[in-house]
């Protein structure tokens, strides 16, 4: 397999493709931005930027001279998977990451996501069977979990309320789960791509951090140098909440269960692998984080 230089992102402005683009400039890959014709999202000036209609032709116009191909594109763009994949055999790109950057096929979720995980699936599975015909096309899925520094900010039913110095601790706090920092999922993609022949057809575990609320709450509480206020929740009633909104077509209920996901007591749902040794992050260059080293990124 020859060296990768040249790599397309589509979704380069999304929550992961932004990291994931500096990440991949910053390694000294040749980056293109592909983005949709009707994208109001704003990209960086000093990254060559194609806009593109999403059709075969166009893209696989798009795609040329790409190396490699990082589809990052958020929900509504997952069912265009399987075109990307078409466009990116066509043009001769020999490496195309598929949008997992979440639980991967083993994942263990709740049955109220199977129609979501069936359609990420499709693309994937294509990808599969495109490169067991065509040895010329690889794939790589990054299964990252939690994306745990993004995620805790963004949503403080995860907790840990940052400007409130509040949390809210499921059961006994102790439910473990795998967390990559958005660095470490930038770094996923660039080490996958320095490492071509390792990485070629699988999925790969990613890791920054294995923890639990505990240890998270630990650290705030060291951090900030004050007690935080606690309520006390079971992940019980949390997925019952989840799985009524979800019967009465209520909005929220994606949150509360993809919260229970990482949660559910005694499950071990929100686990990638059972423990760095056997995750991918060293061959990766993923780096190990600790709970402090999260929480001060969250209150920096
Ligand atoms: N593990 C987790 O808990 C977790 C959490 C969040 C996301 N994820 C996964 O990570 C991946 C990326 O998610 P994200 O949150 O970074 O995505 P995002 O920010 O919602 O969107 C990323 C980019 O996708 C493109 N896009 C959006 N809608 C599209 C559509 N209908 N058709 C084509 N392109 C579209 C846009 O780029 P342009 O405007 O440039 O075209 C957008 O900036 C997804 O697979 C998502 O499911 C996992």
Redesign the pocket.
């Known amino acids: 397999m020859s060296p990768i230089n040249n790599v397309a992102v589509i ?7 932004t990291p994931i683009t500096q990440a991949l400039q910053a390694s000294g890959f040749k980056v293109t ?1 592909v ?2 014709e009707t ?3 704003v ?1 960086p000036p000093d990254i060559s930027t194609v806009r593109t209609e ?1 059709t075969l032709e166009a893209l696989t116009k798009a795609l040329n001279n790409q190396d490699a191909v990082v589809c ?7 069912p ?1 998977q399987k075109t990307f994949v078409d466009a990116a055999e066509a043009a001769g790109v020999q490496r195309f990451i598929i ?5 991967g096929p083993d994942a263990r979720g709740f049955p109220e996501f199977d129609a979501i995980h069936a359609i ?1 699936r499709e693309g994937w599975d294509y990808a599969a069977k495109k490169a067991k015909d065509n040895k010329n096309f690889t794939w790589t899925g990054l299964t ?4 745990i520094d993004w ?1 805790m900010k963004k949503f403080p039913l995860m907790g840990f309320d940052i400007s409130k110095h509040e949390a809210i601790i499921y059961d006994q706090g102790k439910e473990r789960f795998t967390g990559t920092t958005l660095e470490g999922i930038g770094q996923a993609v660039v080490g996958t791509l320095q490492h071509p022949e390792e990485t070629a057809n699988r999925f790969l575990k990613v890791q920054s951090i294995q923890t639990c609320q505990n240890e998270l709450l630990d650290a705030f509480e060291r951090i900030t140098g004050e007690k935080w206020k606690v309520a006390r929740m079971t992940s019980k009633e949390l997925i019952e909440k989840g799985k009524e909104e979800n019967k009465a077509c209520v909005g929220g209920w994606v949150l509360k269960l ?1 919260v229970s996901h990482l949660y559910d007591v005694g499950q071990g749902r929100g686990m990638v692998a059972p423990s760095r040794k056997e995750a991918d992050a060293e061959l990766l260059g993923v780096k190990e984080e600790s709970a402090e080293d999260i929480v001060a990124k969250l209150l920096g």
């Open positions: 979704g380069a402005s999304g929550n992961f493709g931005i983005t949709r994208s109001t999202t990209h999403y990052v594109v958020g929900p509504g763009g997952v265009l949008d997992d950057f979440g639980w990420r990252t979990g939690n994306p995620a993809a």
